[in-house]
């Protein structure tokens, strides 16, 4: 399995080009899964349905399961700071990719995603080597100093073609025992 994260300002557009990405790659017959980093609680169930009952019970797990879909919620007894490698050994070992939005300072290899300088703080790139390549739009390649690949934030077709060719450097080796 491969695995690259894509860091950046919020807002800068690192959603919509994980979405378009996993398109293009699914398109390609692969399987894509993603995980995303939030600092907000994390509520996807609603009031009244008989899982958000379980849960509110006390349930630590549930899983809903149905002919299409299956969904996870674990409720921490206490605040877990868990990294993106326990993260990914609890995921399925069938994928072929695993996007990874945010988690800015694993030691995953990262896309930062850079949409103008004015918005963006310090540029990742400048002092985390574990950034591989930076995406911004095309308009704002003349101020791109790196020796990194600058990829066209607006071509997710040509990222997708540089995951493709580069996809050796994204095996993903757990550190995990």
Same mark, same amino acid.
């Given at each position: 399995?491969? #695995? !690259? &994260? ?17 398109? $293009? %790659? /699914? ?59 326990? #993260? !990914? &050994? ?17 030691? $995953? %290899? /990262? ?61 993903? &080796?757990?550190?995990?025992?």
């Amino acid at each position: 399995m491969y #695995v !690259i &994260a894509f860091v950046g300002s919020s807002g800068a557009g690192k959603t919509t080009l994980i979405e378009h990405l996993i398109r $293009l %790659l /699914k398109d390609r017959g692969l399987r894509v899964s993603t995980v995303k980093n939030s600092h907000h609680s994390v509520e996807i169930d609603h009031p009244g349905t008989d899982s958000w009952r379980l849960k509110n019970a006390g349930s630590f797990e549930v899983v809903l399961v149905s002919e299409s879909s299956m969904s996870m919620q674990r409720t921490f007894e206490h605040n877990a700071h868990m990294s993106i490698h326990e #993260v !990914i &050994a609890q995921m399925y070992d069938g994928n072929d990719w695993i996007f990874v939005e945010g988690f800015k300072s694993s030691d $995953l %290899l /990262k896309i930062e995603v850079i949409r103008s300088e004015e918005n963006s703080q310090i540029p990742l790139l400048r002092y985390d080597d574990f950034v591989v390549a930076v995406a911004r739009p095309e308009s704002s390649y003349s101020s791109a100093t790196t020796a990194l690949p600058v990829l066209p934030l607006n071509s997710p077709e040509v990222i997708a073609d540089w995951l493709i060719a580069n996809k050796e450097r994204f095996i993903y &080796a757990s550190p995990l025992p």
